[in-house]
């Protein structure tokens, strides 16, 4: 019931960000639906397959802002084939056909072609913001045209993608007359790019808050980069190749004094050990530093740079500190919130780096931690159990044991009471991944106690179907299931067909589906894409008929949809 | 992985897995070459561990490393240990769950240190990472294109470590055998060496581009520093290539 007229609603409806709470709002009456719907500046969508640029467009005619992911998680890990889908074409050209004044576009996992950046760039005369995260498909060719056409360009944030490096000139493509940059990240380029256009571009851009350099722009370039920024917030620096006490190092040092506002530090790809102390003079300050890809700095110099960082909030750093550098961060950094440890020996080799002691250490030590990504090669229950007694305000909590099916090596005993202590102790746990061995029990645990629980990664888990069911039908809030080499087939699947109406996605891999159980499931649920992947056998899937309904799936990914099935998918994909 | 036992595409664990699962399923300790020892203990509450070591195994990294441990659920079966089993963590597909981008980072920094300064300190521990890395298996995964063919596709060179296991996969993956015509079939075999010959007897060449930025033949290096500068590869038509290759000269 309104009492107000549209404008006043329309008016407090801007307060409320959050697409969660803005999707809630739009429940409550026609009216309101209406109201927000034209309102809406900022849409949110997680499965770009859930839906159509179509509907987006009928729905929402007014936004700015678009988010989109497209593949499943795990194909971060190479576990989904090159060529699957999550094309942005489709949606940049029918965003570029309407009317919609798009500033800003997030990818996630999407395959972008140069093609899509030049129509990007060509469509949309207040284009303001690229931010494109672990996508592919594209090279430096396209960043030209983003950086020649959009006049208005604030951030091109490049995080972690697959560029095809041209090494042209695309930094050369903004124009002189471009001063409107904020953010600058290109960190994941691996070619050289023009130095001098770097330079000019950073001296003539006023707002320039985040920049972050690739590997290739050198100590000097760096130095005189700074003294043309000093008032940057998020420096990644590229490469730090130096002799101490060289003449660049020194304007370096002079350089980082002047940077006063400077509160992020990444990037390190590749450098020096000792280079780290020309930044001590900004520590004090710092409120997050990833120095996760510095493979070279050993343990004692990342101890000596983190004792003086007391304001850090956000610590990304490879296992190489080890337990005693966990240590001195516990005893220094009180304002942490998140911290992800990365392995350095990727399979166990031998050096113990981080134990269950380090993340022990940082739970007494971080009580505003809230966060976590652990890689280890060992854990026990009583570490775990203790974690959650010091740390009950976990909200994510992802744990790694980089060996499958490792028990806890003190009493050998699967490690599900300590997650169970975990999920327990965690009433607010949104993200967990666990690890090590473990049986239905923890599914138990999980179902009864992680009510909040959003996204589940599991991997070599579990004992029968009645681990996953515990999960469905505990986690009440579950979006993003992931399993792989677990034992649950088609009883657990099939179970609560309605419950994937509830949730974003389910994957499963090398788990005990079969085709059978998966056509069933498609036959049910019409409203869910069931999509089978198999690489090496599709041709056999349909040619043995007999033996089909028993055949194992090698992956399967379905997810609700308002759209139905999609038209991009490849010979590979199976969608039933 | 590579290597003796009949393994094709290094790319996927499946063929791997399939070679474990029916050595299992016959209950014969040797099957295909590969020993299997399987001891089972029992431990607290009945529970039971299951041991599973490689006696005589084509991969390079878990003879030196102690045996894995593998669950066995009693109800399920010894197929379903197998099938679950992950020898180690090197061998498994997408495991550890760390990003490919951070992954061929990794890899490739400890590939530049170790031809740094051979004093430091650091490069000892690189040297020994390098020494795990070259045993386990980090991914790097480059593309590889082929003329004629619009998509194109991803191979791991660190499941490789010669020039002939490439030239194997890189068949498997662009030449199937009922569709080109330009394979010859000797004593039943696919002639082997399609790619790697620059002689032009299969119509194709195999390039690859490297850290400078020049396309190059693939084979004249030693293996290592091959891996060290390759970008990406390329299967060109020999047409192309030695036009290519006139005009350098």
């Known amino acids: 019931m309104n009492y107000f007229p549209d404008e006043v609603i329309e008016h407090v409806f801007d307060f409320v960000t959050s697409h969660r709470d803005r999707n809630s709002i739009s429940l409550v009456c026609k009216s309101w639906f209406k109201i927000e719907r034209y309102s809406r500046q900022n849409v949110f969508i997680g499965n770009c397959y859930a839906t159509s640029p179509e509907r987006l467009l009928r729905r929402f005619p007014c936004f700015k802002s678009l988010t989109l992911k497209g593949k499943p998680h795990f194909a971060d890990f190479n576990l989904v084939p090159h060529g699957w889908g999550g094309f942005v074409q489709p949606w940049i050209e029918a965003l570029a056909r309407s009317r919609v004044g798009l500033e800003e576009l997030r990818l996630k ?85 023009n130095l001098v256009a770097l330079e000019r571009l950073v001296a003539r851009s006023p707002n320039l808050r985040s920049l972050k350099l690739n590997r290739t722009v050198p100590l000097e370039a760096l130095a005189r980069l700074m003294a043309c920024a000093p008032q940057i917030v998020e420096l990644g620096v590229g490469s730090y190749e130096d002799e101490q006490d060289s003449e660049s190092c020194l304007r370096l040092q002079a350089a980082i004094r002047k ?71 516990a005893s220094t950094c009180k304002e942490l919130q998140e911290l992800r440890v990365f392995p350095t020996d990727l399979h166990g080799g031998g050096n113990a780096a981080v134990t269950e002691d380090g993340l022990v250490a940082i739970s007494a030590g971080c009580p505003k931690l809230h966060s976590i990504l652990y890689f280890c090669q060992q854990m026990t229950n009583e570490a775990l159990i203790t974690v959650a007694k010091n740390c009950p305000n976990f909200i994510r909590f992802r744990l790694c044991i980089l060996e499958p099916h490792k028990p806890d090596h003190v009493t050998s005993q699967p490690l599900d009471e300590g997650f169970g202590a975990i999920v327990q102790a965690c009433k607010n746990l949104k993200r967990l991944s666990v690890s090590g061995l473990l049986t239905d029990q923890v599914f138990l645990y999980i179902g009864m106690f992680a009510t909040q629980l959003e996204m589940l990664s599991i991997a070599f888990a579990g004992d029968t179907d009645k681990g996953m069911l515990y999960v469905l039908n505990g986690c009440k809030k579950m979006r993003k299931l992931e399993i792989r080499d677990s034992p649950f087939g088609d009883a657990a699947l099939l179970a609560d067909v309605n ?11 090398s788990c005990e589906v079969t085709l059978g159980g998966c056509k069933r499931l498609a036959q049910k649920a019409p409203w869910l ?28 990914y379905l997810y609700r949809t308002v759209v139905g099935t999609r038209v991009d998918a490849p010979p590979f994909v199976w969608i039933l | 992985m590579e290597g003796g036992s009949a393994i094709g595409s290094a790319s996927t664990l499946s063929n791997d897995e399939n070679l474990v699962v029916s050595s299992e399923d016959s209950s014969s300790p040797t099957e295909n070459g ?19 070591s490689h006696v005589d195994d084509s991969s390079s990294s878990s003879s030196a490393t102690p045996s894995s441990l593998s669950r066995a659920s009693v109800t399920a079966g010894i197929k379903r240990t197998a099938d679950s089993m992950a020898p180690t963590s090197g061998q498994v597909v997408g495991w550890p769950p760390i990003r490919t981008y951070r992954m061929n980072s990794m890899v490739n920094q400890a590939k530049t240190l170790a031809m740094e300064d051979p004093n430091t300190e650091v490069r000892q521990e690189v040297n020994n990472n390098r020494d795990d890395a070259t045993k386990m298996r980090s991914s790097m995964f480059v593309k590889v294109t082929m003329d004629g063919i619009p998509i194109g596709r991803k191979i791991d060179l660190n499941a490789h470590k010669c020039y ?35 002689d032009g007897s299969s119509g194709l060449v195999l390039t690859y581009e490297d850290k400078e930025g020049d396309w190059m033949l693939v084979g004249d290096v030693p293996w290592r520093i091959f891996i060290g500068s390759v970008k990406r590869l390329r299967i060109m038509k020999t047409s192309e290539a030695t036009g290519a290759a006139k005009m350098n000269l």
């Open chain 2, 34 to 52: 590969l020993e299997l020892r399987l001891t089972l203990s029992l431990g607290r509450k009945g529970y039971r561990d299951c041991r599973v």
């Open chain 1, 109 to 193: 996992r999407m395959v972008v072609t140069d093609e899509s950046l030049e129509l990007l760039s060509r469509s949309f005369v207040n284009f303001k913001s690229l931010v494109l995260v672990s996508c592919e498909g594209f090279s430096t060719d396209g960043l030209a045209s983003i950086a020649a056409n959009c006049r208005h360009l604030q951030d091109l944030d490049l995080q972690e993608n697959d560029i095809d490096d041209h090494r042209g000139q695309w930094l050369s493509c903004f124009p002189e007359t471009s001063t409107t940059l904020v953010t600058l990240n290109f960190a994941c380029l691996e070619g050289e790019t």
């Open chain 1, 529 to 556: 894409n069931v999509e089978i992947i198999n690489e090496n056998d599709n041709n056999r899937m349909e040619e043995e008929n007999g033996y089909e309904g028993r055949q194992k799936v090698d992956k399967l």
């Open chain 1, 499 to 509: 419950k994937y109406e509830t949730m974003r996605s389910l994957w499963m891999s």
């Open chain 1, 259 to 329: 940077c006063t506002s400077l509160r992020s530090l990444s990037g390190f790809l590749e450098a020096a050990p000792h280079c780290l102390s020309a930044f001590q003079p900004v520590c004090h300050n710092l409120t997050s530093l990833n120095l996760s890809y510095a493979a070279e700095i050993n343990g004692s110099h990342l101890i000596r740079l983190i004792e003086h960082c007391k304001k850090l909030q956000r610590l990304w750093i490879l296992d190489s500190i080890g337990d005693k550098g966990l240590e001195v961060v």
């Open chain 2, 164 to 198: 002939e296991s490439l030239s194997n996969t890189l068949e498997d993956m662009f030449l199937k055998p009922n569709t080109v015509s330009s394979t010859q079939e000797t004593d039943g075999h696919l002639e082997t060496r399609l790619k790697i010959l620059p």
